[in-house]
């Protein structure tokens, strides 16, 4: 679904009370859905929410999602559209997974420098022990314009060790892992940026997991 109307808000509170067996995945900046598709099929015991502010990306996957599983439905999919600082309350305390994959913009300025309000829209949604995955892929020439409008620093790991990790700990999450993935690692997300971007040089593609307090 696209955008939640009244209607659909109740439907999604209903989706969400359905057990999953295996836990409820929220995907945020999901883009063309790639990820939530590819892990919906791959997983069935699992409930998988795509949420994105763009409500035309999101028309596609949705429409895809709610045929009939003969018809390469998604029974466990479902799409949102919605800011990351105003999630849906339905969203409250459910999420097992979070993952953020190649975010852009406002989002990626958000998660790069740690934004408060950011921080604890995505700690309301998330259960105890939640995983949070970040996975942010720069190349500091060709994105230079970018960064420095959202005046994002440089990703190295003393700068996330020693001014985001502590922002994602005041909101409520501990660091679990802080790592690189090689280019040959990026089809392994399931998501279309990763595919567009391994043939990038001097890309570097970071990953911050994190587990809710």
């Not at 919906?40 to 709610?66: W, Y």
């Not at 309301?124 to 005046?151: K, Q, Y």
Request: net charge neutral; proline share 7%; hydrophobic share 40%.
């Amino acid at each position: 679904m696209a955008a939640p109307s009244d209607n659909s808000r109740e439907k999604s509170s209903k989706n969400l009370s359905t057990p999953t067996g295996e836990g409820i995945v929220i995907d945020i900046g999901t883009g063309d859905g790639r990820f939530v598709s590819a892990l919906a099929r791959k997983n069935p015991n699992k409930f998988f929410i795509g949420v994105d502010a763009n409500r035309k990306l999101l028309e596609k996957p949705s429409m895809r999602a709610t045929r009939k599983p003969a018809k390469g439905g998604l029974p466990n999919a479902m799409f949102v559209q919605a800011a990351v600082e105003g999630l849906p309350e339905e969203f409250d305390g459910v999420a097992d997974e979070i993952h953020i994959h190649f975010p852009w913009g406002s989002l990626l300025r958000a998660v790069a420098l740690g934004d408060e309000v950011v921080l604890h829209s995505l700690r309301r949604i998330a259960a105890p022990g939640c995983t949070l995955e970040i996975v942010i892929g720069i190349d500091p020439e060709r994105d230079r314009t970018e960064l420095n409008r959202l005046g994002i620093p440089v990703l190295d790991d003393p700068y996330i060790r020693s001014s985001l990790v502590p922002r994602y700990h005041s909101a409520g999450f501990s660091v679990s892992e802080i790592g690189h993935l090689p280019p040959e690692e990026w089809s392994r997300l399931e998501t279309s940026w990763a595919k567009k971007l391994s043939s990038g040089r001097g890309r570097g593609v970071a990953y911050l997991l994190f587990s809710a307090t």
